[in-house]
């Protein structure tokens, strides 16, 4: 063997002969038994040219070593697929200078990928075989995976064969099933070389072969039944995402998306276990998902959810459901905090405005995914966090009592920065260790801008009297957390005139029942005394102390807890019990509050299209206090005379200017005839005279005149001599 190889390296030109001479002698000796010695000999020898001879001559010799394994892996011998296979994994090691363009490599690839499907009785030998497959497509992978010039290794054709025998020797394995830190018997497992294998085939794809490995994975899994149950889809999609570049990773995303989507038809359960697998590796793709392909992502898990909700709905199309929501959480449980405002507000875009019985599911879940992005989503600066466009809609779907407590959680979550929620979810007089800031100008700046809005709607919801104890309950939260994270002394005013009308609601509400009406009186003295606390208001704190002490005696109804039923027959409320408007401006001024516009809130009902739309005006407000004092009842000998049309901007201003524009209008008309006489009837001569400038009228002219006339103010002043002349004169004599 020593002369061979010496020989080949002084006469390389001579490889070609000598690798055909040895495939010919092992040609003839592979068919007969007693000769398979001389057919491993034989091997052996090419096996240790090739190691030995790096030299231009090697492409020749190169094709001769493949036609030997060739005959190899044909053979029925088990030995001598596995001898074949490791003389191929040697070539594939093997680094070579130039390629060879004409090099083909189908036969490994389906030779190798029938051997991973070997299905021999014998154990031993059927995972030698399988084992020696793996590797022939790792070499395989290896060997051309690295060069753009040999033959495409990411074709379709090569990728169908390729990653089915990498996934069925893991799912036939035990190995994805054992804990992380078992290493034992991984040697002589194929299903740990094949996990070893595809990762190292994913961490070579690109973006472009995303696609073309990704497909036949999903094709798999549908042909072997191995969605339900998903424990191998999990391990599987979590190898590749491990495995891929990380820029790629929401490429992988995207594939199992679009596959989601050819499987609207299936069942329930193969689709709600894509989707637990989805959730699983959504997180993964989270970090490196920029721009479009974000919403792309929502937008698509958006439509699953719009399209289940249209379902006729069962348990299993409601887990699928959940199970949708639950994978956008994960997802956006990873993105940064601005791209949470953007994402919230683009599912509320997304909610149907139409009050359809039919919308009510897709509604709800639409609500739940925004709650589970709020719940991900660290509150910092209000106006930032809760922005008009999800403010408004969310404050409109309160209107609807089924919606009510789920779009009162996410105005929770987001306005919520010291984890108080829990301690305020129900109305409770001693309330203790509540975390809480002083609120910043810009805090206070929103709560300026949007408690109008805010409070007029709020009071809209707890004067219907379809809502019940648990939307009241969400309602109290809401305005507690206003509370305690943005209420301040130039705010407060507000909030009590509030306090104030939702007591009027309590007592002229005739649509609220009894219970209702308790409700609310409860949840004024709470929230009255939560202010007087949170703000340290002494002079409101001891006003409390005795209205509470007052109705413990006399109206213990009146106190919390909120219930849906009360069990009284009549609401019989002393005025005692009741907030009194001048006390409370008295105590408000005492503390150093404004309470010169303590009624600026409410002052005037907002008339949103959203709002109209919602149902019944607010009641109670001040503008129906001063509908009443100016009533015939309160001036009984005037008899009021209300003009036809509304007094708008638009009336004042045809008022104002109706008069003066036909004055103007006949004016122009005037001068304009004059101007025609003029012209008409005028010489040529006394038009020109009269269209000249003449001199004395020119600006240079004016202005002389102007100059002339103007007395003079500059006086002559001698000028000093230089300083030095007059300290030093003889200094600088000539």
């Given at each position: ?5 010496f ?5 390389p030109e ?8 040895l495939?010919q002698?092992?040609s ?22 090739l190691?030995a001879c790096h030299a231009?001559?090697?492409n ?8 030997m394994?060739?005959?190899?892996l044909e053979?029925?011998e ?8 490791q003389?191929f994994v ?22 190798f ?21 793996i590797?022939g497509?790792h ?11 040999v033959?495409?290794i990411?074709?379709?054709t090569?990728?169908?064969?390729i990653?089915?025998?990498?996934l069925?020797?893991m799912?036939d ?8 830190d078992s290493t ?11 996990d070893?294998c595809i ?6 794809a ?33 190898v590749?995402?491990?495995?891929i570049q990380?820029q790629?990773?929401?490429a992988?995303?995207e594939?199992l ?6 499987h609207?038809?299936?069942?329930a359960?193969?689709?709600?276990s894509m989707t ?10 989270a ?24 379902r ?19 997802f956006?449980a ?10 919230m ?6 909610i149907?405005?139409e ?12 609500l739940?995914?925004l709650?589970?992005v ?5 509150s910092v ?9 999800l ?24 306005i919520d920065?010291?984890n ?5 979810e129900e109305p409770?007089l001693?309330?203790h ?5 002083e ?13 109008e809005e ?6 809209q919801?707890m ?11 969400a309602?109290y ?26 007591q009027d ?6 649509q609220?029942d ?10 004024t ?8 606390d ?7 704190q001891?006003?409390v102390?005795?209205l509470?002490?007052?109705r413990?005696?006399n ?7 909120v219930?849906h039923n009360?069990?009284i ?8 019990a ?22 600026r809130?409410l ?27 100016g009533?015939n009842?309160s001036?009984p ?11 708008t ?5 045809k ?5 003066s524009?036909n ?8 001068k304009?005839k004059?101007l025609?006489e ?6 040529f ?8 400038v ?25 000028e000093k ?6 300290l030093?004169?003889e200094?600088?004599?000539c």
């Amino acid at each position: 063997m020593e002369k061979l190889i010496f020989y080949s390296l002084s006469s390389p030109e001579k490889l070609d002969r000598i690798g055909e001479c040895l495939y010919q002698r092992a040609s003839r000796d592979i068919t007969r038994t007693s000769r398979i010695g001389f057919v491993e000999i034989a091997m052996e020898a090419m096996d240790q040219l090739l190691q030995a001879c790096h030299a231009q001559a090697l492409n020749l010799y190169v094709e001769s070593f493949l036609k030997m394994i060739q005959r190899l892996l044909e053979s029925s011998e088990p030995n001598l697929q596995i001898l074949a296979t490791q003389s191929f994994v040697i070539f594939a090691n093997i680094e070579e200078d130039t390629p060879s363009y004409h090099r083909r490599y189908e036969f490994f690839i389906s030779k190798f990928s029938s051997m991973c499907h070997n299905n021999r009785s014998d154990i031993p030998t059927r995972n030698m075989l399988r084992m020696s497959g793996i590797r022939g497509l790792h070499g395989v992978i290896r060997k051309t995976v690295a060069d753009d010039l040999v033959e495409n290794i990411w074709e379709a054709t090569h990728m169908a064969k390729i990653i089915p025998s990498l996934l069925f020797n893991m799912q036939d394995s035990s190995y994805h099933k054992r804990d992380g830190d078992s290493t034992e018997g991984i040697d002589q497992d194929p299903g740990a070389l094949a996990d070893e294998c595809i990762r190292e085939l994913f961490g070579r794809a690109s973006f472009g072969h995303v696609r073309s490995v990704v497909k036949p994975v999903l094709e798999h899994l549908d042909r072997h039944n191995l969605w339900v149950p998903n424990e191998f889809a999990v391990h599987t999609f979590k190898v590749i995402m491990f495995s891929i570049q990380s820029q790629y990773s929401y490429a992988v995303v995207e594939n199992l998306m679009y596959h989601l989507d050819s499987h609207s038809h299936s069942s329930a359960r193969i689709r709600t276990s894509m989707t637990n697998v989805l959730s699983k590796i959504i997180a993964i793709a989270a970090g490196e998902s920029v721009g479009p392909s974000v919403l792309e992502i929502i937008n698509s898990l958006l439509a699953h959810i719009r399209n289940s909700a249209a379902r006729r709905q069962d348990n299993e199309e409601t887990l699928y459901l959940e199970s949708l929501v639950a994978c956008l959480g994960e997802f956006t449980a990873h993105l940064p905090d601005y791209q949470k405002v953007e994402i919230m507000v683009f599912i509320i875009s997304k909610i149907p405005s139409e009050d359809f019985t039919t919308d009510t599911l897709l509604r709800e879940m639409l609500l739940k995914s925004l709650l589970i992005v709020g719940k991900n989503y660290s509150s910092v600066i209000m106006s930032a966090s809760v922005p008009p466009s999800l403010l408004k809609p969310l404050l409109h779907l309160s209107f609807n009592p089924e919606l009510c407590n789920l779009s009162q959680q996410v105005l929770h979550t987001l306005i919520d920065r010291h984890n108080n929620v829990s301690k305020l979810e129900e109305p409770n007089l001693r309330i203790h260790d509540l975390v809480r800031e002083e609120p910043s100008r810009a805090d206070t700046m929103f709560l300026r801008k949007n408690e109008e809005e805010i409070y007029s709607c709020l009071l809209q919801v707890m004067g219907n009297e379809e809502h019940n104890a648990d939307n009241l309950k969400a309602v109290y939260t809401t305005l507690a957390l206003l509370v305690v994270e943005l209420l301040s002394k130039s705010t407060v005013a507000a909030f009590v005139t509030l306090l104030c009308k939702i007591q009027d609601t309590g007592l002229t509400g005739n649509q609220l029942d009894i219970s209702q009406k308790c409700n609310l009186h409860c949840l004024t003295i709470t929230l009255l005394n939560l202010v007087s606390d949170i703000l340290e208001l002494s002079q409101l704190q001891r006003y409390v102390s005795d209205l509470i002490e007052y109705r413990m005696l006399n109206t213990p109804f009146l106190l919390p807890v909120v219930r849906h039923n009360h069990n009284i027959e009549s609401l019989g409320v002393d005025q005692a019990a009741l907030l009194d408007k001048n006390k409370l401006g008295e105590c408000l001024a005492q503390c150093g509050v404004d309470v010169t516009d303590m009624s600026r809130a409410l002052t005037q009902t907002q008339r949103h299209s959203w709002v109209e739309s919602a149902g019944t005006h607010m009641r109670g407000s001040i503008s129906d206090s001063a509908s009443e004092m100016g009533s015939n009842n309160s001036t009984p000998r005037i008899t009021k005379k209300f003009p036809s049309e509304g007094l708008t901007f638009e009336a004042v201003k045809k008022v104002l200017t109706e008069e003066s524009c036909n004055t103007f209008k006949e004016r122009e008309k005037l001068k304009q005839k004059e101007l025609f006489e003029v012209f008409r009837h005028s010489a040529f001569e006394d038009i020109v005279n009269n269209n000249t400038v003449k001199d004395e009228d020119t600006l240079q002219k004016k202005l002389s005149d102007i100059l002339d006339k103007t007395p003079s103010t500059h006086h002559f002043v001698p000028e000093k001599p230089p300083i030095f002349e007059q300290l030093f004169p003889e200094l600088f004599a000539c």
